[in-house]
């Protein structure tokens, strides 16, 4: 993913009260020493930041704001923001920051374009999550790592990757790849989905580890190679995706609202998993599907021959998730060191190579805390 311009921020304007600014460039984790200028708007003060020229905001970059604008609402600041690029537009709405677009509101009607309607559409069938996981005890002489996979040709990079984990941690461990983690019955280290990861993080206190470098979960809006149809046309859709637990599923549906669609009105059927999505569109059970960018990348000639790209995002805000079950402290420590230089070893770059990551990083408080936000908005959980 190309790395966009600093943030630059030059203020225009002081006037009657109303402080403008123009901001320049990406605001994302090195954006907090430039937003400092934002700070030193009186109280009771009028602010417009203007977001033309703004290329790209991320989880972390939202994070940042969002204090910002915490602080100005208890100093009783207005705060307007204007001329956002469609894609952080649809970032705001989706954190709830839409109330701050000037001539939004974020007040979750139904209809409401800064939200998605809180009324669920119509569904053909839902899979809800079920289960609970295992108490951990203390010590365990085998652990159970189970990976929710972007893409099919990973597999044998992930059994790869697993042995070179046992050879780190000199530990026995058994690696499965799962559809729905949380209906696991045991795991210690798992690598998910982002919904997914909040999900064990919240409801099994698991702490996160790392996430893969330059890696956002984007999704795809698909139809039939055969349906000549543009995205205006598909009006009270069936569409097919892999779960409503998704984070995948909630930015197609904010995809098809910024194309003036109502996705409140769509028929949602959840399959399971996204090649029996890909099947069902195939076979024309579905209109549309939404479908995770990376997994549309990795498909097989004949399958993208079948299919056609309406749209995609390029939010740069949600991962999948390395996390490891709490009681597991000194095997969380471990792990995170054996990721951090997975790169800079040479099996373990070929690993990567295999698994199609660039290497991992940290997981910002501040990344954490917006898809979190995002999973609590969103997720019946």
């Not at 939004?104 to 996981?133: E, M, R, W, Y």
Request: net charge neutral; glycine share 6%; hydrophobic share 40%.
């Amino acid at each position: 993913m190309a790395i966009s311009d600093a943030l630059t921020i030059k203020k225009l304007s002081d006037s009657n009260n109303t402080y403008r600014f123009d901001c320049a460039g990406s605001i994302d984790v090195n954006a907090k020493a430039p937003l400092e200028v934002l700070l030193v708007v009186p109280a009771k003060a009028h602010v417009i930041l203007e977001f033309k020229k703004i290329e790209r905001v991320n989880s972390m970059g939202l994070s940042l704001l969002l204090r910002i604008f915490e602080e100005w609402e208890k100093n009783q600041i207005s705060i307007e923001v204007k001329d956002l690029n469609r894609m952080v537009n649809m970032l705001f709405k989706i954190t709830g920051l839409g109330r701050f677009i000037k001539g939004g509101n974020d007040k979750g009607k139904a209809g409401d374009k800064n939200t998605i309607s809180p009324q669920a559409p119509i569904h053909a069938n839902v899979k809800k999550s079920a289960g609970s996981l295992n108490e951990k005890p203390g010590l365990k002489k085998k652990l159970n790592f189970v990976a929710s996979l972007q893409t099919g040709q990973q597999l044998t990079g992930w059994y790869l990757f697993n042995t070179y984990l046992q050879r780190r941690m000199q530990k026995a461990i058994h690696f499965d790849q799962s559809q729905d983690v949380l209906n696991e019955a045991s795991i210690d280290i798992l690598f998910a989905k982002p919904f997914e990861a909040c999900s064990m993080i919240k409801r099994h206190g698991f702490i996160p580890v790392m996430r893969p470098i330059a890696e956002a979960d984007e999704v795809v809006i698909l139809t039939r190679a055969g349906d000549e149809r543009e995205m205006a046309d598909f009006k009270q859709a069936n569409v097919v995706t892999a779960s409503e637990n998704s984070f995948v599923y909630i930015l197609g549906r904010f995809l098809c609202d910024e194309n003036d669609l109502d996705s409140s009105r769509f028929n949602f059927t959840f399959s399971g998993n996204e090649i029996k999505s890909l099947q069902m569109l195939i076979k024309k059970k579905a209109d549309l599907l939404f479908m995770l960018k990376k997994t549309y990348e990795g498909l097989s000639s004949f399958s993208k021959k079948n299919v056609r790209k309406l749209d995609e995002s390029a939010t740069d805000f949600a991962f999948h998730l390395f996390s490891i079950a709490p009681s597991l402290e000194a095997e969380g420590k471990a792990l995170h060191t054996i990721l951090k230089e997975m790169a800079d070893d040479e099996k373990g770059k070929g690993i990567l190579e295999d698994i199609e990551f660039q290497g991992w990083c940290p997981v910002e408080e501040g990344e954490l805390k917006m898809l979190t936000m995002v999973f609590d908005r969103y997720v019946n959980d």
